[in-house]
């Protein structure tokens, strides 16, 4: 039975979940599973400018999340939990883990990539300490359960990194098991693809990815980034001269895909102009839909053709033409599921519920060496 420890007077438990983006910060109250108020904080770019480091602008953010749930008539003492969506840490298993001082510092100090979730738990551990409230983080980023054959990339100083949109994929499989198949999230297998921004193409065998293309470098290209590239030409470009480190990462990661390609990020711009005859974009769209069906052929092939289904989600999956796309590719081989949208909200807030109904015991995060 659930405790009805630290509802702060409220009958249900009550969750503030809190997920910055680089422009935005995402908030939440959930009661149990219900959302209950849920707001975009955005942070015009005048003002982030003022900042040089993007850990700077944590008490700017947080101030604004307070004064944002004060005018929703919320403080800070009426909340069980405080679910944050996970930073870019060591490589560790997925789960829910507790936010304690040592995940905080590493978050603030140490994270090899200045990523905004960066600032989730930093931001949830100060504004919940004064009270004692438990602050969670679940399946973030950088999850990593790939197995070793997936690591090696063909030369010793490279490691192949697992870095992918798990918060949502983990969400949506859940999901998928429990309501198509009656089963629990570790008893099947799936291939999940998760189109937004960037492309994670992942092999679920029994609720852990043991394979995933890192967006940032490999796989598909997408809206902004453009996926894997010959690397022998990639050499040539990066010994150029023509720019300097800094620009030829942007050129590959935010510049790169189909932005590079037509000018626009947009997806719906994309097909809009192919449906109306423009070849060029036609063929950019398709090519896309092409090397999104390769990888998940790939992952097929990683799970011995052993699997349940294709799932596709992510905000790109609302898309029916784009998705009849890969569909008819990949169908033949398995039933395809379209999850369409970003369900992290409710996964960050569902990972904090888990742990106090005892469903699931919080992991403590331990940095290694």
Same mark, same amino acid.
């Given at each position: ?7 702060? +007077? ?118 919940? #300490?004064?009270?004692?409230?438990? !602050? ?16 090696? &990339? ?9 870095? +992918? ?16 198949? +009656? ?22 065998? #029994? ?36 720019? &300097?480190?800094?620009?030829? #990462?942007?050129? =590959?990661?935010?510049?790169? +895909? ?31 839909? =092409?090397?999104?069906? #390769? ?22 999956? =609302? ?9 008819? =590719? ?5 039933? !395809?599921?379209? !999850? ?14 888990? !742990? ?14």
């Amino acid at each position: 039975m659930l405790s009805t420890e630290g509802k702060r +007077g409220c009958d249900r438990v009550r969750i503030l979940v809190i997920n910055p983006g680089s422009t935005s910060t995402k908030i939440a109250v959930f009661e149990d599973e219900n959302e209950v108020f849920s707001k975009r904080i955005d942070h015009p770019s005048k003002e982030l400018g003022e900042f040089d480091r993007l850990m700077e602008q944590k008490d700017y953010r947080k101030q604004a999340i307070i004064e944002t749930l004060r005018e929703a008539e919320f403080e800070i003492s009426d909340f069980s939990a405080i679910a944050c969506r996970g930073g870019i840490l060591p490589p560790l298993a997925g789960g829910t883990y507790k936010v304690e001082e040592n995940m905080v510092g590493y978050l603030s100090n140490e994270s090899p990539v200045e990523h905004a979730s960066n600032l989730a738990a930093v931001i949830g551990y100060e504004l919940a #300490k004064p009270y004692g409230i438990p !602050v969670y983080i679940t399946d973030p980023i950088s999850v990593d359960e790939m197995i070793p054959e997936a690591k090696l &990339s063909g030369i010793p100083e490279i490691e192949r990194k697992s870095y +992918g949109h798990y918060l949502n994929m983990k969400a949506v499989v859940r999901e998928i098991a429990e309501k198509e198949f +009656g089963k629990k999230y570790d008893e099947l297998n799936f291939v999940v693809v998760h189109l937004g921004g960037g492309i994670s193409v992942a092999a679920f065998r #029994k609720g852990k990815v043991i394979d995933i293309n890192n967006a940032n470098d490999e796989g598909p290209f997408s809206p902004e980034r453009t996926g894997e590239l010959p690397v022998g030409d990639l050499v040539k470009i990066a010994y150029s001269g023509k720019y &300097s480190k800094r620009e030829l #990462k942007k050129r =590959y990661v935010g510049k790169g +895909g189909l932005v590079a390609y037509l000018g626009t990020n947009d997806m719906r711009e994309a097909l809009r102009r192919a449906s109306e005859g423009d070849k060029e974009a036609d063929l950019i769209v398709r090519a896309m839909a =092409y090397q999104i069906a #390769k990888e998940i052929g790939g992952m097929m092939a990683v799970l011995k053709g052993e699997i349940d289904g294709i799932i596709l989600t992510g905000g790109i999956a =609302y898309n029916k033409n784009f998705t009849d796309m890969i569909r008819n =590719y990949v169908e033949r081989y398995a039933r !395809v599921y379209i !999850v369409p949208g970003e369900f992290e909200m409710i996964a960050l807030a569902k990972g904090a519920l888990r !742990v106090l109904k005892g469903e699931e015991e919080a992991k403590q995060w331990k940095k290694e060496g």
